[in-house]
């Protein structure tokens, strides 16, 4: 633990610490371009420099650690004109175009130029100009203003996991590029915008459309996957511009995947923005009245037991428990949030649940991944697991996908499972001697007809191996819905499962489906029956819809969501929804009232009190749950040969907020027919 | 993740040099091949007609288990790493500080009119390709060509034409000092210094 001094404060910093981290500790500010804590050290910049007393110059405080006895100045004049001429160098070759750059208000090299420059630029000469790289549909290269800090380099080396890009040529003439002019094909290739201090690489679907002190900025959470990333909205008016991570340090740390980021434009399009009614086989505009009187007289004298409501992915709380109140009200238990057809049960919470926590990923050392691609179901959670198979060993069962890291394939079937409960294999040994191995089940094996049975062997293989202990838990879900761990708190499952009430609709003993945002299954099925469609978007849903009530967006309602951990969070309402559009727990109270049964709040407020006391464990706003390991979950029993695949296929386009994007449309031409071209290329040579 | 963009015609390293590629790997551990980078890419290039071409990167890219833009990295930074065709032959003029003082522009003008191309450039059969090269690193015997691996010294106009045409001609001359009948880079006219230390005046000590 060496102890510096540092303008005269005395710091101890832990061993391995840099002579920045230092300073930071101090409370002193240094700038820095390449800098960044969460990548390697590359102290190319010079923008950290400070003077070290019996040193000869200046020294970079980022590559330099600390040691004991330093002293370091920092504002001395020596390094005041050391500054100042790094950022005169820097800004030979760096435009001066900061009135039609992106960056601009929220600039790196804006900002410290201010901060620390001296007199104007001496220098007069030519000025080096970069032709326009290509980067893929996300990001807008103007390489001319890079200033080869080599963030992005090592954010894709590092933290994505592809690596594409790289500095080619040298000296005057070098230039950050992908290879060949090929996409940065990256699920995550978004943040290298935020990392970039100038505007070399800029957000390009938001190219020119606003500037950083036009915006109105609200701290949010992500429901495009179940990670529940802490984001923050943008918005300009009654738009929401752009998405941006916030810092989570146990759940994304500072990153968000590309879909989060960029399926911004898919909150304009495809809205539901007023109540619909079927009539003559057409959908027609109708009043909320008309939609309410159409709904209740269906509903007249309908037993309970003919009425089913199946949710959605991207439901938050509180509308799901006033589904839940409104349709109990109704007589009915056919409730079900398990689109996908998972097995896992609503009775053990630790059953459904990531139960190591995002975070505990990286106390890992094996770890066993089961039907699934987290590079897709959790983009974000993926670097955690790629920081793992460098420290130790990552075994998957399933399809065999690029996960960006090695992982041992030990089949894919169900029959892997097995032979690894019965100690075969040399997976099993590692497994046995990991100190803190884990066990992630995704939508694919959960999925599985033979879903029951992988549930019982997850779990006796997660007791065999010593995965539970009594800080330890190693038994983890994957989900890929940001509802369903909230769903399944509140029990909307049935007994037969999604498949049950759809069967119930073919077959005529299910007439009445209130349906809360599905769109992900094939809906057709439930033709026969009235179906009652809430949501914020013209997807699948409504195409078998009969009453269309317009809901609105996670970014319009305020709402509670539990991520896969069982971590509860409270996302914030950024705009108003579209139109006639409201918050979904209101449209259902109006609703209950119509039909005679009106639930028992009349504000949010309520409604919350109302649902702590029912689930006290949702007033644990952001903290990580410990549930009890249960004896035994899931259903023993034979097992067949069909392979465990995974569900999702197509990254960007897994909600409905997603597929009416037209960025995220690109992505997905974009990136497939980049590798499809490099396979046909690689046949032909 | 790598994405291919091999289109030209593919590269492969014939199986003696496949056999010295795997010398080289010998040299490093395993898990630190990636060292190898430079010497097979310099192999590569010799068996590739003089150039790197993308299916030449790729392929090393592969063989050391390396991102093919961490190839092209390489690749890019070295100038003695072709990135274009060349001819048969190629003719680097040095052009730097002692060699131009030393008339390096004769030399230029003489290739440039032996040939009938520009640096940079390729004769229309294939035959030639001048480049200009920074410091060749034999500044005592200003100017310089190197050609082959091997260097042609103390040239002028005159000498850097018999050179070219003796290329021409399937001739080579003996490379070393063109004009002046000193060895290698000893002095002219024979040592100035230190007479009476040299076994035999004028050669080797």
């Keep these: ?685 | 993740m790598n994405i291919s963009v091999r289109n030209a015609e593919a590269f492969e390293f014939t199986p003696e040099n496949l056999k010295w590629a795997a010398g080289q790997l010998a040299k490093y551990p395993a898990s630190r091949k990636q060292s190898a980078v430079m010497p097979l890419l310099t192999k590569a290039q010799e068996q590739n007609n003089g150039w790197i071409s993308v299916p030449v990167m790729e392929y090393i890219a592969d063989m050391l288990e390396m991102p093919y833009i961490r190839v092209q990295e390489v690749v890019t930074f070295y100038t003695m790493y072709r990135q274009k065709p060349v001819g048969k032959h190629v003719i680097e003029v040095c052009t730097t500080t002692p060699c131009w003082l030393r008339g390096s522009d004769d030399v230029v003008a003489a290739c440039k009119d032996e040939l009938g191309i520009g640096f940079g450039e390729t004769t229309a059969d294939g035959e030639f390709t001048l480049l200009e090269v920074e410091c060749a690193g034999a500044c005592v015997n200003a100017p310089v060509i190197a050609y082959k691996e091997e260097y042609y010294e103390d040239l002028d106009n005159d000498s850097t034409r018999k050179f070219i045409r003796a290329i021409k001609n399937g001739d080579i001359i003996a490379p070393g000092p063109q004009t002046t009948d000193r060895h290698k880079s000893a002095p002219q006219g024979g040592p100035t210094t230190l007479k009476e230390f040299c076994a035999t005046p004028g050669g080797d000590s």
């Design chain 1, 1 to 685: 633990m060496p102890t510096l001094k540092i303008d005269g404060i005395e710091v101890e910093v832990e061993g391995g610490a840099t002579v920045l981290q230092a300073c930071e500790a101090a409370g002193v500010e240094i700038p820095r371009f390449c800098f960044h804590e969460r990548l390697s050290i590359s102290g190319n910049c010079r923008m950290c420099l400070v003077e070290m007393e019996k040193a000869p110059k200046l020294i970079a405080s980022c590559a330099m650690p600390a040691g004991e006895g330093m002293i370091i100045h920092t504002n001395s004049d020596k390094v005041k004109r050391g500054r100042e001429g790094v950022l005169e160098f820097t800004l030979m070759n760096h435009p001066l175009d900061c009135p039609v750059c992106d960056q601009g208000g929220e600039c790196d090299l804006q900002d410290q130029y201010i901060a620390y420059s001296g007199d104007d630029a001496r220098y007069e000469d030519e000025r080096r100009i970069v032709a326009k790289e290509d980067f893929g549909p996300l990001i807008k290269t103007v390489m001319t203003r890079c200033i080869h800090c080599t963030r992005c380099v090592r954010f894709a080396d590092e933290i994505a996991g592809v690596p594409a890009l790289g500095g080619i040529g040298r000296g005057d003439h070098m230039e950050i590029t992908t290879y060949q002019e090929q996409p940065f094909a990256s699920e995550l290739s978004g943040n290298v915008v935020d990392l970039c201090p100038v505007g070399a690489l800029t957000n390009k679907p938001y190219a020119f459309s606003a500037r950083p002190w036009e915006l109105k900025s609200t701290e949010t959470i992500d429901v495009h996957d179940a990670m529940g990333s802490s984001i923050r909205a943008d918005a300009r008016g009654r738009e929401v511009m752009r998405f941006l991570p916030r810092v989570h340090e146990d759940v994304n740390e500072e990153w968000i995947s590309d879909k989060t980021r960029q399926a911004v434009d898919g909150l304009k399009y495809n809205r539901l923005d007023q109540p619909y009614i079927r009539r003559d086989g057409k959908m027609q505009p109708a009043s909320w009245e008309e939609a309410f009187e159409a709904i209740s007289a269906k509903l007249k004298g309908v037993k309970g037991d003919k009425i089913a409501g199946i949710v959605g992915d991207l439901c938050d709380l509180e509308s799901m428990y006033a589904f839940k109140g409104l349709l109990n009200d109704l007589g009915s238990s056919a409730l079900e949030c398990r689109q996908d057809g998972a097995k896992y049960g609503g009775r053990h919470r630790a059953g459904y649940l990531f139960n190591t926590g995002i975070s505990g990923i990286d106390e890992a050392d094996a770890c066993l991944l089961v039907g699934t691609n987290p590079r897709k179901e959790a983009a974000v959670l993926n670097i955690r697991l790629r920081y793992l198979a460098k420290r130790g060993v990552i075994a998957s069962v399933g399809a065999v996908e690029n996960l960006t890291y090695p992982a041992v394939h030990l089949g894919d079937t169900v029959r892997a499972l097995e032979d690894l409960l019965a100690g075969k294999g040399k997976f099993a040994k590692s497994l046995k001697a990991a100190k803190k191995p884990m066990i992630i089940l995704g939508a694919g094996a959960v999925s599985h007809p033979d879903g029951a049975a992988v549930l019982k062997l997850a779990h006796d293989i997660a007791d065999k191996y010593g995965m539970i202990s009594k800080d330890w838990n190693g038994f983890n879900v994957l989900h890929h819905a940001a509802s369903r761990v909230g769903a399944m708190d509140l029990g909307l499952v049935s007994d037969k499962g999604m498949d049950g009430i759809l069967d119930g609709a073919e077959k005529g003993d299910i007439n009445i489906v209130f349906n809360l945002g599905v769109d992900e299954i094939d809906l057709s099925r439930l033709e026969k029956a009235f179906v009652i469609y809430q949501g914020s978007h013209g997807d699948e849903g409504v195409k078998y819809a009969d009453v269309i009530l317009p809901g609105v967006a996670y970014t319009e309602k305020p709402g509670t969501y539990i991520n896969m951990e069982g971590r509860v969070q409270k996302a914030q309402r950024v705009i108003f929804g579209p139109g006639e559009a409201r918050e979904d727990w209101t449209i259902l109270r109006a609703l209950s009232e119509k039909l005679g049964s009106r639930l028992p709040y009349d504000t949010i407020a309520q409604l919350r009190e109302k649902m702590q006391a029912d689930y006290p464990h949702f007033a644990n706003i952001d903290q990580l749950p410990n549930e009890d390991w249960p004896e035994s979950f899931g259903v023993a029993g034979k097992t067949s040969d069909a392979p465990i695949t995974n569900l999702i296929d197509d990254f960007y386009q897994t909600n409905p907020i997603a597929r009416s994007s037209k960025v995220m449309a690109e992505c997905r031409q974009a990136y497939e027919g980049a590798k499809f071209e490099a396979e046909a290329m690689v046949t032909n040579g």
